[in-house]
T-cell receptor, first 116, second 118 residues
Framework: DAGVIQSPRHEVTEMGQEVTLRCKPI?????LFWYRQTMMRGLELLIY????????DSGMPEDRFSAKMPNASFSTLKIQPSEPRDSAVYFCASSRTSGEGTDTQYFGPGTRLTVL | AQTVTQSQPEMSVQEAETVTLSCTYD???????LFWYKQPPSRQMILVIR??????QNATENRFSVNFQKAAKSFSLKISDSQLGDAAMYFCAYRRGYSGAGSYQLTFGKGTKLSVIP
């Protein structure tokens, strides 16, 4: 099976621009997570979905951040407008609640975002 | 709130030798999962090993094994016969074991950077 797929792998943008990060979870997984990794704060959970429904978005830093999951195989994380302090690596992860590997989160390769 | 502490920011090991990475955690829960993830320079987060708190037997995966001490809230990772490809950041992570709000959130430690010396 293919792992979690994220695009783009790298994104460089200017302050004030809209940024959209994309994620395709592992087929059959019913949970999807968005994390952010920075040197200062480490790995932080931003939001997670269960069966395409957002369950906990308390980690979303500001209203500039939004996430959607229109179907079981696709999710987006949008930042509008972007700011230099949003520069980080953004990870998507997915997990399943039954079957092999239950409760283990599998991560995508990450998107390195640089906001100039 | 749960916290995960990795007290060794950096470690080094000679190739073919054994190294142990430390992790402690704080929780009031009795049911939970613990994980070690590896992050090489490619930055991909790779699952190394997982442990269910209700299992007394320590998990093993080939050259990787854990020493899980539930009473001490300690979860160390032992890497045997270290290889150059083991060089990476290693993160310890905790997850609550029962359903409810926040139950699927992973709480990560700050990581330990492991260098392997040829």
């Amino acid at each position: 099976d293919a792992g979690v797929i994220q695009s783009p792998r790298h994104e460089v943008t200017e302050m004030g621009q809209e940024v959209t990060l994309r994620c395709k979870p592992i087929s059959g997984h019913d949970y999807l997570f968005w994390y952010r990794q920075t040197m200062m704060r480490g790995l932080e959970l931003l939001i997670y979905f269960n069966n395409n429904v957002p369950i906990d978005d308390s980690g979303m830093p500001e209203d500039r951040f939004s996430a959607k999951m229109p179907n079981a195989s696709f999710s987006t994380l949008k930042i509008q407008p972007s700011e230099p302090r949003d520069s980080a690596v953004y990870f998507c992860a997915s997990s399943r609640t039954s079957g092999e590997g239950t409760d283990t989160q599998y991560f995508g390769p990450g998107t390195r975002l640089t906001v100039l | 709130a749960q916290t995960v502490t990795q007290s060794q920011p950096e470690m080094s090991v000679q190739e073919a030798e054994t190294v142990t990475l430390s992790c402690t955690y704080d929780t009031s829960e009795s049911d939970y999962y613990l994980f070690w993830y590896k992050q090489p320079p490619s930055r991909q987060m790779i699952l190394v090993i997982r442990q269910e708190a209700y299992k007394q037997q320590n998990a093993t995966e080939n050259r990787f094994s854990v020493n899980f001490q539930k009473a001490a809230k300690s979860f160390s990772l032992k890497i045997s016969d270290s290889q150059l490809g083991d060089a990476a950041m290693y993160f310890c992570a905790y997850r609550r074991g029962y359903s409810g709000a926040g139950s699927y959130q992973l709480t990560f430690g700050k990581g330990t950077k492991l260098s392997v010396i040829p």
